[in-house]
């Protein structure tokens, strides 16, 4: 019989120790992720660890416990949970259930309580018990049958606490470890304690004494002293202190040992959950079971060559590919369907049959297509420009709904209620084991994808129309995924030896760096090695420790920054580090995506991805380019024309979404700073600080102004403020409250977004694109808040990429008309690149800023700002 093994999990310890142990992450939809992430990797690490029989994860019912009858101050003094966590406890929450984990909270109990009752119950069973937690309280449990892990550096990082490892690190037994919180008191928990006794002490006087009332007993054998004193004048505390600190073992529970049973998790529910919040890497590393669904029969023709009388006035067309990476991959076959007939032919029967290929360049023939930037740029590649595209389901499903992840029919079929029809992984697998099965198999998968896409076109344009979304995908995405296609197929050029002797250069760079780096340590060592760098920052040059870490001293990016001024190595070692990371991540990881073909780089455009609108770059990623670093910046000398004598042209919008924000809220006071082309941010700092003079303003004002600018409408908190300026929370809150009181049409915005969002269930941006916030009216304060967030920010992001959208269309058009050789080849973030021959410079000058700057009108100008040059560095 397999040994019962129950995990009793700490939920709001861990969460928090998630929270502060990574950076502050958002998935594509806004949500903060760090510590659901961070929560995730422990519960999978411990999981395949421990491999329990039985689980549960504790949480903390609210903030009175029947301690506060003891000690009303209990706790008292801790900062207000960072709103960026608060929003993330749904989704733990949520994760937790997919998990299969009972999860459990008691009224006036904390988890502690919870687990402590629980932890004694398994333990009297003969059950091993093993409790996680980053709060060392819960030490007090350690038994024979009861080890505490401890989390030490962020949550996988585990110091595991017996009755032996206490005696060894205290020299006391679990049971002391409350009189030791007794006597110490705990900070965090505001526990008072004795004032001027430390662990130290505590520790001393329970080695001789036992326990606190052993101590008390014995308090006259003490010699004379201030700490005895101290001890005497706070006997009450020190008792009252032990009781806070002492566990429940006996709560009244509602559930019992038989309730926390662990199998397994719900692994379609849980990939669901890790789909909504972007977890991509813990998907493609799981080894989860597509789940197939029954089908209905599907009569289809599998021929030779599709001929000109299987070819009708409109059809759903389904060209399937081998992957999504369409530039360079291959297509495996094409299927055509009117509803009644369905026909499939291989890709080798597509290229030279002449009525197919008429019929896809007839503009009158009307294609309904799954995603038709993907089908025409395979097309493209097969020598045939396809026209006449009159519905799109991919970017059908993302307008009416933004929240749908993936280009997989199946998935977008669901969401309409339409099944018959696999995923591609239950066909072709996928990862490594992604394998083509025979090509019976093949031609029903992609016979299917077609019949879908015509039976759902009727149901998707109707419900566009009803959410008057119609123009939106007719007049805007539609006509931009067919010059996203081209802008793909074209590409752009890289000068491939320009990037080698940058990778080149910065390897000399480095190499002087370290030989600096080894000259101020007085020794080399291995710069890369956080142990042997640890040694000669700490033990050999003195700087002040920071951080541990279990194999030593933590030498992450924050603790190196606070140290710079300590030594001169420090920046040294930050800017070895960034240098190597430009040479790996960014010269050799480029330097594998330029085509031997033609050397250029072929982005996607992700143009259903995000929940905003905004347009996202991979494969390779153009839009993470770290420019704000001059060596980083430089990376753009090697994007250049494709033809002498041509240059790169650059516009960008000047403060798209600020201006957005303006027009909508109609601040009079913002307004006016943009109709009279004033610096914003100076004029803000102008207002919140009371300064008359623009020459008052100094860089730390406009700074501070800029970051509150670009953070107030999403909802940036006093604590993501404070550490974006490295400033208290205090400090972060009052400025947040005199930027609101100085422009209160902000303020009014923000609160008639939210009112409007509860009503309607959804915003809206200035082409009618729509977010839903489902959890804008929720109970739950957390879900609710972050919802408000959305509401303020998701009309500003998504009208501003409605206007870029509308630019490319309108330049796309105004090319054509002046009939140019200028082609648009990238759109990265605010700016639009293009490549033209000199001798149109003059014209680009005139017409880029008028199109692009009369996109949408506004109540305030937009402006553009645009330069060029033989490469995109020179361009900016």
Known sequence: MTKQKLLLLDGNSLAYRAFFALPLLTNDSGIHTNATYGFTTMLQKIIGEENPTQMLVAFDAGKTTFRHESFGEYKGGRQKTPPE????????????DAYNIKRYELEMYEADDIIGTLAKQAAGQGIEVIVVSGDKDLTQLATEDVTVYITRKGITDIEKYTPAHIEEKYGLTPEQIIDMKGLMGDQSDNIPGVPGVGEKTAIKLLKEHGTIEKLYEEMDSLKASKMKEKLVDNEEMAHLSKKLATIHTDAPLTISLDDLAYAGPDEEALLNVWQELGFKSLIEKSDFEAVETEQAELVFENVQAITGDMLKETMAIHLELENEHYHSCNALGLALSDGERTVYTAIDNVVDNADLKAWLQDETKKKYIVDSKATQAMLHRLGIELKGVEFDLLLASYILKPSI???????????????????????????????VPGADHVAEHVSRKAVAVWKLQPLLDQKLKENEQFELYKELELPLAHILGKMESEGITVNIDTLRQMGDDLKAKLEVMEATIYELAGEKFNINSPKQLGVILFDK???????????????????????????????????????????????????KEVHKEDSKVHTRFQQALTSTGRLSSTN???????????????????????????????????????????????????????????????????????????????????????????????GISDYGLSQSLDITRKEAAIFIENYLQSFPGVKNYMDTSIEEAKKAGFVTTILNRRRYLPDITSSNFNLRSFAERTAMNTPIQGSAADIIKKAMIDMNARLEQEGLQTKLLLQVHDELIFEAPKEEIEILERIVPEVMENAIKLSVPLKVEFSYGATWYDAK
């Not at 030594?567 to 010269?587: G, N, P």
């Open 405 to 435: 992840s993936g280009d997989d029919v199946a998935t977008l079929a669901k969401e309409f209620g339409y099944q018959d029809v696999q995923s591609n992984e239950a066909i072709y697998g996928k990862g490594a084991k992604w394998v």
């Open 620 to 714: 390779p990623n153009l839009q993470n380019i770290p420019i704000r670093l001059e060596e980083g910046r430089k990376i753009r000398k090697a994007f250049v024309p494709s033809k002498k004598d041509w240059i790169l042209f650059a516009a960008d919008y000047s403060q798209i979404e600020l201006r957005v924000l303006a027009h909508m809220c109609g601040d009079e006071a913002l307004v006016e700073a943009f109709q009279q082309g004033m610096d914003i941010h100076t004029r803000t700092a102008m207002d919140v600080f009371n300064l008359e003079n623009p020459d008052e303003v100094t860089s730390l004002m406009r700074r501070t102004a800029k970051a509150v600018n670009f953070g107030i409408v999403y």
């Open 541 to 591: 040059l003195g700087l002040p420790v920071i951080k541990k870490t279990k194999t030593g001293y933590s030498t992450a990016a924050d603790v190196l920054e606070k140290l710079q001024s300590e030594h001169d190595i420090v920046k040294y070692i930050l800017e070895y580090r960034t240098l190597a990371k430009l040479q790996s991540t960014y010269i050799e990881g480029l330097i």
């Open 85 to 96: 966590l608060s929003e993330q406890f749904p989704y733990i929450r949520k994760l937790i």
